[in-house]
């Protein structure tokens, strides 16, 4: 299953329940471990990346009960984690490294945190400086930048922060060591990351308050469980949505969308390239924007220049984003972008190598790539370079090149999309 090949389609129909939201499956998890009783996950995510999270707490004493259709969660309360026996292992996923990070900083009792040779490279400093400067003991491989992790958890208090980049995961590691500190820590961002924890921390019971980009949480309460239904994942989502702009004959309706707006930049984007994406049903579940969505026929997309301030509400989805403009009229050029350097894989230099063996010119920059759009893409043999929203891109791509392309390493998609191949080959048969 290492070795995956796409065949281009003229014809790409469904009707599809995108997988549950990533990153709402790791808070639901975290923050219920933390609460003071039962706690139950409906729609929780099943994907290697918040396997990890669940192993984690699991390490950590929580009673985790895998029921199937939903995990039920016997919450310690904040100072009811036990010490781990061994080293805790996140795999690839940042989100439990960054995230625990914080809660272990405010527990008293040692920990190691480590990973796969992708997460075993990714910098870690931005959660270790915060975390440092509230009292936590952390250190880490090459001078304190890398996994793993040594914390020695103990009193913290409280701060404020301003972070030098946009970063959900800094900003939710930092106010979770909050919820340990005797006081109130406040953190600034430089523009809106996704804002889950602040949606979903207050109905746990905490003390948190947003005022424009700024938050602030105060510390020595506690959290009481609440039941969490999690919708479905955007960024899931949109291999689907640009898949129908550039098949042929497609018609696609994806249900229970999560539709947060720090989240769907995407969409923005895709409008303004001149693509028609439908949405409807709106309501909301668990605190979050929920909707339906229909998308049919390629479009005549257009280029566009992406930069600035949306660029957080897309981080996710600059891969397939790419895979849109490579199909675009004009060149699309996005700047500002350094984080995708950072990420599973160096996003930037991986989408470019990948989408050049299909024919697609680009230039990359620092900050960015420049991608000159073309009528058709060259089938090919591309790898993921280990990296989930890399695999699933090039298979969209396939599916708009005449003939076979074959993804190497495409058992990436397990960390965020298991059966994603077995969907698409559902849809464009
Ligand atoms: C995530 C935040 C984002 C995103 C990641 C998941 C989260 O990273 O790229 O896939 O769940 O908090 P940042 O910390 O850079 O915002």
């Known amino acids: 299953m290492d070795r995956v090949e796409i065949k281009g389609t003229p014809v790409f129909k469904g009707d599809i329940v995108p997988p549950p939201d990533k990153?709402?499956?790791?808070?639901?998890?975290?923050?219920?471990?933390?609460?003071?009783?039962?706690?139950?996950?409906?729609?929780?995510?099943?994907?290697?990346?918040?396997?990890?999270?669940?192993?984690?707490?699991?390490?950590?004493?929580?009673?985790?009960?895998?029921?199937?259709?939903?995990?039920?969660?016997?919450?310690?309360?904040?100072?009811?984690?036990?010490?781990?026996?061994?080293v805790i292992d996140c795999g690839n996923s940042g989100t439990t490294i960054r995230l625990i990070s914080g809660v272990l900083s405010g527990s008293p009792f040692f920990s190691v945190l480590t990973g796969d040779e992708s997460l075993r490279s990714r910098p870690m400093a931005r959660v270790i400086k915060p975390l440092t400067m509230m009292g936590a003991a952390i250190s880490a491989r090459d001078e304190n930048r890398y996994p793993p992790l040594a914390i020695k958890g103990g009193m913290l208090r409280p701060m404020t922060y301003e972070m030098p980049m946009a970063s959900a995961q800094v900003k939710s590691s930092v106010l979770l060591a909050g919820l340990y500190a005797g006081g109130k820590t406040v953190i600034k961002e430089p523009a809106r990351s996704r804002d889950h924890t602040e949606r979903m921390l207050p109905a746990f019971g905490a003390d948190l308050a947003v005022d424009g980009l700024t938050v602030s949480i105060k510390g020595g309460g506690r959290l009481t469980p609440v039941d969490v239904i999690v919708p479905g994942d955007f960024s899931s989502a949109a291999f689907f949505i640009v898949a129908s702009l550039i098949v042929a004959q497609s018609e696609i309706y994806i249900r229970n969308v999560c539709m947060n707006p720090t989240r769907t930049g995407l969409l923005d984007v895709l409008r303004s390239m001149g693509a028609k994406i439908?949405?409807?049903?709106?309501?909301?579940?668990?605190?979050?924007?929920?909707?339906?969505?229909?998308?049919?026929?390629?479009?005549?997309?257009?280029?566009?220049?992406?930069?600035?301030?949306?660029?957080?509400?897309?981080?996710?989805?600059?891969?397939?984003?790419?895979?849109?403009?490579?199909?675009?009229?004009?060149?699309?050029?996005?700047?500002?972008?350094?984080?995708?350097?950072?990420?599973?894989?160096?996003?930037?230099?991986?989408?470019?190598?990948?989408?050049?063996?299909?024919?697609?010119?680009?230039?990359?920059?620092?900050?960015?790539?420049?991608?000159?759009?073309?009528?058709?893409?060259?089938?090919?043999?591309?790898?993921?370079?280990?990296?989930?929203?890399?695999?699933?891109?090039?298979?969209?791509?396939?599916?708009?090149?005449?003939?076979?392309?074959?993804?190497?390493g495409a058992s990436a998609v397990d960390i965020s999309f298991p059966g994603f191949f077995d969907l698409i080959r559902e849809l464009s048969s």
């Open 23 to 86: 990153s709402i499956s790791h808070r639901a998890v975290i923050f219920s471990s933390l609460a003071e009783g039962r706690g139950v996950v409906s729609n929780f995510l099943r994907a290697k990346d918040t396997e990890s999270t669940m192993n984690a707490f699991r390490s950590l004493g929580v009673d985790i009960v895998d029921e199937g259709e939903r995990l039920i969660i016997n919450g310690r309360g904040l100072y009811g984690l036990r010490e781990p026996h061994d």
């Open 278 to 408: 439908v949405v409807e049903n709106s309501r909301e579940v668990s605190g979050e924007p929920v909707s339906d969505l229909y998308c049919s026929g390629r479009c005549d997309l257009k280029a566009v220049d992406i930069g600035g301030d949306i660029v957080p509400s897309l981080i996710d989805e600059f891969p397939i984003l790419c895979v849109a403009a490579a199909l675009a009229d004009g060149v699309t050029t996005i700047r500002g972008a350094e984080e995708l350097r950072v990420k599973e894989s160096d996003r930037i230099s991986a989408i470019a190598s990948e989408l050049r063996k299909m024919g697609v010119v680009i230039e990359e920059f620092p900050d960015g790539l420049s991608i000159k759009g073309s009528e058709a893409l060259i089938p090919a043999e591309v790898r993921s370079h280990g990296d989930h929203r890399i695999a699933m891109s090039m298979a969209v791509a396939g599916l708009a090149a005449d003939g076979v392309t074959v993804v190497n």
